[in-house]
């Protein structure tokens, strides 16, 4: 049985810096220890935070962040979550000694080892270190946790009591210890969230890497000023090598500081190797940062050690859950960003820290990376594959044997093209990695699957690289088709970008190719190709004369799309040249054919419509057509053609004289071409030089 008085104690002003309040006598009842009436013994001021670091560096938002919450009622409950070696324990003892001066019943430590060789802190042993510190005598502490706890919460209430709690392992290993007064403040740091303890009134604060500044701050702090300050290229390499992550800093920083004739310079060479980085980051009887991170992966389930090591040989920068979901179903992204070895970056989006996912690869086995590439680049490709179905049903596709589960169907074009644009990066990725690893097959499937991206964004840098390496993946796997639609694409964007010799080169070959398996359709596309490059190179005529050819031969075949296609281009072309009568009927033809089947290029034979329309002097139909046409491209998704429609309403204000409209169009339909790396925007910012003028 426990019984517990009322604390109604205050500062006495003897020479010891107690507080003087009600002490405890122990007596029993049937075994159990109780508290009898008060007595007049002190109960002293614990001062138990461990000195701050007197490197600590920067972390000015999470410091504003914190003292914010002190203006807020009590009581205050905050977690500092993050990665071990983010520095956690630094920045709350450092604030915590900043704000010590406001909590007169003291300063309470207790380091509670969540990944400690014995395991984590027993509560009953916290409570019991912490009452001892408010003088109550070692006969007076109870035996069971649930009265130690009620006698910790009797002698804390009303107090103004600062508590850090190192290195949690759980919210209940925090609720338990957990003081009474509402004017208490309780730092908890831990490499798990602890959302649990947001029902308790938990201020959640993730505390990631330093950024560059910062990190370059402190490892001048520690291993001097004006050691980096001598190299400051090699000092800002050494940060970037280290991620930011303050105890792989401090590492390299004390390994400077331990040799006073080692350059900085050395130091990167030494971590510039991945394999041998985290080795390197030690340093003797000091901070390993690989020793840091084992903790954490030894406190993981079977199951998610596994997805720990998979995704650490994703193809990209950062991933979705549905990629993780289908390495390991159940959840196992939740349970890694709760233990703070991943990272979310946006909603939906993960990352690894980079020395956590050169750790995460060295836990791998002899055939795990090679299994774990293979799956996420196959389910690549199925994903991929997916949007490219929903918005280019009309491809033709080879068959390729994957070993990826079922994806789901984007639901609709917008959804597709959304999901392309969000994992542009990783895809592209994804390529150069399947073609470095010799998988020539599945490496050309990627870079065909990405004709859709390549078709509404551009984004002509990234498909120069890939559509060469779709061409040297198609011979290396000995496909000729797969080749010859490699070199049309490579030739169209070489042309596009002013490379005309090489689009004529890679055109060339792809004709060959296309006559030689007997495809007249590739060939006649390939031949296409060859009139976009004169038309690029400024020879229209010619260009009129092969499109006309192509145009005849698209009408043998029978192929409404693509027949289409070609009088969107040739209309185009015979606008361009002053001939806005000639196209009309043809870009009509184009818009009728292609409105209900392709949404998409019967917008852009709008813009080519309107187009001609302000080619003859038709200003108010050219604005109608124009306009809805860039409403329709906006709400496909289909920024670059977008851009291609503003340019044409630019040119019609021009006409009317409303040079701010004018300009506003102009303006915005550069920003996209600039973006996209296309030659348009030149041609842009010369109409823009003219309407600016003097």
């Known amino acids: 049985m426990t019984q517990a008085g009322g604390l109604g104690a205050e500062r006495g002003n003897d020479l010891s810096g107690t507080i003087h309040g009600p002490a405890v006598q122990a007596g029993s009842i049937h075994g159990d220890v109780y508290l009898a009436a008060p007595a007049a013994v002190p109960v002293s001021v614990p001062r138990q935070l461990l000195p701050a670091s007197p490197h600590f560096t920067g972390r000015a938002a999470e410091l504003a962040e914190l003292d914010l919450l002190l203006e807020r009622p009590g009581p205050h409950l905050v977690v500092l979550s993050g990665p071990g070696g983010v520095g956690k324990s630094a920045l709350a003892t450092w604030w915590a000694h900043r704000v010590a001066g406001r909590f007169d019943a003291g300063q309470l430590y207790f380091d509670l080892t969540a990944f400690g060789a014995s395991g984590p802190a027993d509560p009953a042993e916290v409570l019991t270190c912490f009452l001892r510190a408010l003088a109550v005598p070692p006969r007076a502490v109870p035996t069971t946790l649930r009265d130690q706890a009620a006698l910790f919460r009797s002698l804390t209430a009303g107090r103004d009591l600062l508590v850090l709690l190192d290195d949690a392992f759980s919210a209940a290993q925090v609720r338990a210890v957990l003081p009474a007064s509402p004017s208490s403040l309780v730092v908890v740091t831990s490499r798990h969230r602890l959302a649990g303890l947001v029902a308790d009134g938990a201020h959640l604060i993730g505390v990631g890497t330093l950024p560059a500044g910062d990190a370059v701050a402190l490892l001048a702090a520690t291993a001097g000023r004006q050691r980096v300050d001598r190299e400051p290229g090699s000092t800002a390499e050494l940060a970037d090598l280290c991620g930011g992550l303050p105890l792989a800093l401090s590492v390299a920083a004390a390994r400077l500081a331990a040799r006073p004739a080692l350059s900085v310079g050395r130091v990167v060479a030494e971590l510039a190797g991945e394999p041998g980085r985290l080795g390197a980051l030690a340093v003797p009887d000091g901070g390993s940062v690989r020793a840091t991170f084992d903790l954490s992966y030894r406190s993981l389930d079977a199951a998610t050690a596994a997805l720990y090591r998979r995704l650490a040989w994703h193809p990209g920068r950062d991933f979705g859950p549905d990629l993780a979901a289908a390495l390991a179903p159940g959840g196992g992204v939740e349970r890694l960003l709760d233990a703070n070895l991943l990272q979310e970056v946006d909603q939906d989006r993960f990352r690894f820290h980079v020395l956590v996912r050169l750790h995460a690869r060295q836990q791998s086995g002899a055939d795990e990376p090679a299994a774990a590439r293979l799956a ?211 870009l009509r033809e184009a818009h009728d054919s292609l409105a209900d089947a392709d949404p998409h290029n019967a917008a852009r034979a709008a813009v080519a419509l309107a187009a001609a329309h302000l080619g003859r002097d038709e200003p108010a139909q050219a604005e109608r057509i124009a306009t809805g046409a860039a409403v329709r491209l906006r709400e496909l998704g289909s920024e670059f053609e977008f851009a291609a429609a503003l340019d044409v309403l630019g040119r019609i204000a021009r006409r009317r004289g409303d040079t701010a409209l004018a300009i506003r169009h102009f303006t915005q339909a550069g920003a996209i071409f600039e973006a996209a790396g296309s030659r348009r925007a030149g041609q842009v910012r010369r109409q823009l030089d003219l309407l600016t003028a003097p």
Not at 447 to 464: E, M, N, Q, T, V
Not at 512 to 531: F, K, M, P, S, T
Not at 565 to 581: A, E, F, I, K
Request: proline residues 4%; charged residues 25%; neutral net charge.
């Open 376 to 586: 996420m680049l196959e389910w690549c490709l199925a994903a991929a594959g997916a949007a490219d179905g929903v918005l280019t049903p009309y491809r033709r596709r080879l068959p390729y044997r994957s070993g990826a589960p079922a994806v789901p169907v984007p639901d609709g074009r917008a959804a597709a093209l959304a999901w392309l644009e969000r994992e542009r990066g990783t895809l592209v990725d994804a390529v150069r990695v399947a073609h470095d690893l010799g998988r020539a097959e599945l490496a050309w499937h990627l870079a065909y699957a990405l004709w859709p991206l390549f078709l509404h964004g551009k984004y002509y840098r990234d498909r120069l690289e890939v559509d060469r390496i779709g061409v040297e993946a198609a011979r290396a796997w000995g496909n000729s088709w797969a080749e010859a639609v490699m070199l049309k694409r490579l030739g169209r964007v070489s042309a596009v970008t002013g490379d005309l010799p090489a689009a004529l080169r890679h055109t060339g070959a792809a004709i060959e190719l296309y006559r030689g398996i007997g495809d007249e359709q590739g060939h006649a596309d390939a031949v296409e190709g060859l009139a976009e490059i004169r038309a690029e190179a400024g020879d229209t005529a010619s260009a009129i004369e092969v499109y006309t050819e192509v145009l005849a031969i698209r009408r043998i075949l029978a192929d409404h799309r693509s027949t289409a296609l070609t009088l969107v281009r040739l209309g185009s072309v015979l606008t361009g040249t002053g001939r806005p009568d000639e196209a009309l009927p043809l």
